[in-house]
């Protein structure tokens, strides 16, 4: 047998790896060997905070996302694709959002430095802090990738066992003899000096200097000149009021030598961190300092320094602004605080520095705030606002307005905490009810007259459909269909110029977990049923002192009407239950459907030309089945002249053809609406048989099969085994729901 390695060799293989990585990752260096860095890539080597960030939307790429409302750009940053564990903190939806944050980032790459704070505003619970978490998680991984290497500057002291005597800054015969001290072991170091603000180590070299050095580094450039190339921060950046204080007392005592002052220079790669706070920084409405300093000289840990040094008054800035250096600030519910506490932002975001007691400090980092919109109004009022507006970017976060989006967040960040069996269209019933509770009634003036027409009636449960799906009702003739699926993004923006826009107010995903938490918990269903879901939203809905949502006036077409929603939202589950029984029956082949319908558009096609169509068994051409055609109809319950609906119905596929060139024609694509419908009216014609089924169904579950032969039980077994593999029932959800379509829906069929 292979002899298991010890504990003590699988530490030398990760002593060994880590190693390794140290020095692949060019983690010290000495600062000519970090120009020599720098002259292989200047400009990804030379970027500020905005830059950095806006390069690390591009390394991750995006996605075109169709919605009905539009095409747009979804940044892969979002969805965290760098480690799968972190897919529960990943964005959903909002790709408005990141578009507008995305623009803000490029237009202050384009102005060359970050001059506006990028508020994200909007209700409770709409993702603003998620927005702002996941792109410092971008960062942080970002910056331990070859592309994303980031670099500071420290100040190394050699010891006397290293140059020989005390260093005093008067032995440079002793310390010419040593070409870098950024190498030297701890022991042969007597202080170090951190730069806490992170300043670039180009800093180093005077600014007309280094304009000349990054002219010469961009000659190859098709680029007229290097403000065009490099950033505002990298062209006239200067060092802190440490690093200048040590460099000039360091240029004082080697008499002017600049290489002697360069030795005592560690450059070091570092990356980003929330955990902690490097570049990645969040500060809450709590009144606290964002930043302030302390003086170093005083402090007996750094005594080693050479007397030089001591003899100067050194401060160490601190706090926040400082930490967030390099990378993003987030300013949480930045309005929640006096404006006194926050007022200093405005002069630090323009001018890019912020004034301490002692100095000046230069900032290099994208500033994020969110607020609630209750605040943000509030401020809109205050004197102060308008100053404060040139210097800020507003974005507003609203709700999600898709319950297929708003669905994935219950997915995603509750389900993964229920300990009992989650029933079909749990979830569902959660999201289409929140999303439902942020509609608003359509403003039909502002539309055209089509498509205002479409929108007079449309309810809040057929908008809920618009926007998820796209789908036009039914009860629309197929024009204003037509006008109305492609009037969606206008509808969808129309408030946006509202003050109460759409999604504003509205039952938060916050509010709806906690529903789904407490359904969970109901004693009487052995899963997460969504009959609990709706009994818990039920209780939700008489807190009406609470929540804004609740207290909205009804409008015409069920707007802001919370018991009509619950009540459709039943009704609806009744529907999912019954197609989901019928597809599970064994009573008829899904693909059946499609077979008759394909069938039938083959023969209407046929007949429309008055040609005759090719049979597929025999090969001999015949008259389309007009009995096959007339059957299908009634199905489909088609109203007036039949022949007018068959033509009809191929200007359908003719105009769905021009509108999708190049694809398949498919009936079940072309008419899905006509599809159901067919599907619907056979299993009408087997509604008795569906009811005895259910019926079983509870029989079985909960009494034990008691009066079932071995024939139907064998049946039921078999449907239920359907209704676990195709949909994800169990046997008490299964039951759960027979039970409620035998009380609701089959009560008429079955004999008691």
Request: proline share 4%; charged share 25%; aromatic share 10%.
């Amino acid at each position: 047998m292979p002899e298991t390695p010890s504990v003590t060799s699988e530490i030398g293989a990760i002593a060994e790896s880590v190693e390794r990585r140290f020095l692949n990752g060019r983690r010290v260096l000495a600062f000519s060997e970090y120009l020599d860095l720098f002259a292989g890539d200047p400009v990804r080597f030379a970027r500020d905070a905005s830059v950095y960030l806006r390069d690390c939307f591009d390394h991750y790429g995006s996605t075109s996302k169709e919605e009905p409302w539009g095409t747009f750009t979804r940044w892969n940053l979002f969805d965290l694709p760098w480690d799968p564990r972190q897919a529960p903190h990943a964005l959903i939806g909002q790709e408005q959002v990141q578009e507008e944050i995305y623009r803000s980032i490029s237009n202050f790459v384009r102005e060359g430095r970050p001059n506006r704070l990028i508020l994200l505003h909007g209700p409770n619970g709409s993702a603003k802090s998620t927005i702002v978490a996941c792109m410092m998680r971008g960062l942080e991984h970002y910056s331990t990738l070859d592309g994303g290497a980031l670099y500071r500057f420290n100040w190394v002291f050699p010891s006397s066992k290293t140059l020989r005597g005390s260093l005093g800054f008067n032995q440079k015969e002793q310390g010419s003899q040593v070409g870098t001290y950024a190498h030297l072991p701890d022991d042969q170091i007597d202080a170090k000096l951190l730069v806490e603000v992170r300043d670039h180590p180009l800093f180093l070299v005077p600014v007309d200097e280094r304009r000349k050095l990054l002219e010469r580094m961009r000659k190859d450039k098709e680029v007229a000149s290097p403000s065009e190339y490099f950033c505002d921060w990298i062209l006239r950046g200067e060092l802190s009021h440490k690093s200048q204080q040590v460099f000039e007392a360091l240029l004082a005592s080697y008499n002017g030598s600049y290489t002697e002052v360069l030795k005592h220079v560690q450059v070091e790669r570092y990356f980003i961190s929330q955990r902690y706070r490097v570049g990645a920084v969040t500060i809450g409405p709590q009144m606290t300092v964002d930043a302030g300093e302390r003086q170093i000289t005083m402090d007996r840990s750094l005594a080693s320094l050479p007397a030089s040094l001591q003899a100067i008054t050194l401060y160490e800035a601190k706090g926040e602004l400082v930490d967030a250096a390099g990378g993003v600030l987030e300013f949480s519910d930045l309005l929640k605080r006096p404006l006194d506490a926050f007022k200093y932002l405005q002069l630090t975001v323009e001018t890019g520095e912020v004034s301490l007691g002692a100095q000046n400090v230069q900032l290099n980092c994208v500033m994020t705030g969110s607020a609630n919109e209750l605040h943000l109004d509030a401020f809109r009022e205050h004197p102060e606002f308008a100053s404060f507006r040139g210097r800020m970017e507003l974005i507003r976060t609203p709700y999600l307005r898709s319950f297929v989006h708003e669905q994935r967040i219950y997915d995603t960040h509750v389900l993964p905490h229920i300990r009992r069996h989650v029933a079909p269209h749990a979830t569902t019933m959660a999201a289409q009810f929140a999303v439902l509770s942020r509609m608003r009634k359509p403003n039909t003036e502002k539309y055209p007259r089509a498509l205002s027409t479409a929108l007079a009636e449309l309810t809040a449960v057929e908008k809920l459909d618009l926007y998820a799906t796209g789908a036009a009702p039914e009860r629309l003739e197929p024009e204003a269909q037509k006008v109305l699926r492609a009037g969606v993004r206008a509808v969808f923006e129309e408030s946006d110029s509202y003050p109460i826009y759409e999604g504003r107010i509205g039952a938060s995903p916050r509010e709806i977990s906690v529903v789904m938490f407490d359904a969970a918990q109901a004693t009487a269903y052995a899963c997460l049923s969504p009959l609990a879901v709706l009994d818990e939203i039920e209780q939700l809905c008489t807190r009406k002192g609470e929540f804004e949502w609740l207290q909205q006036d009804a409008q015409v077409g069920g707007y802001h009407d919370v018991k009509l929603f619950r009540e459709t939202l039943f009704s609806r589950l009744l529907g999912m239950w019954e197609q989901e029984l019928y597809a599970s029956s064994g009573l008829v082949a899904d693909a059946q459907y499609d077979e008759l319908f394909e069938k039938y558009v083959q023969h209407v096609s046929v007949w429309t030309k008055k040609e005759r169509i090719r049979n597929s068994h025999t090969g001999d051409y015949q008259e389309p089945d007009e009995a096959m055609m007339r059957e299908v109809e009634r199905l489909l319950d088609v109203k007036g002249d039949a022949h007018e609906a068959r033509k009809t119905l191929i200007s359908g596929i003719a105009a769905w053809a021009i509108d999708h060139p190049g694809q398949k024609v498919e009936g079940r694509i072309v008419f899905p609406n006509f599809l159901r419908r067919l599907r619907d009216a056979i299993f009408g014609d087997k509604r008795a048989d569906i009811a005895k089924q259910a019926r079983d169904i509870v029989v079985l579950v909960r009494d034990g099969g008691a009066g079932l032969d071995t024939n139907r039980r064998a049946s039921v077994r078999e449907v239920l085994a359907q209704l676990a593999s195709r949909f994800a029932y169990c046997d008490n959800c299964s039951a759960d729901m027979a039970s409620m379509l035998v009380r609701k829906r089959y009560s008429d069929l079955i004999v008691h």
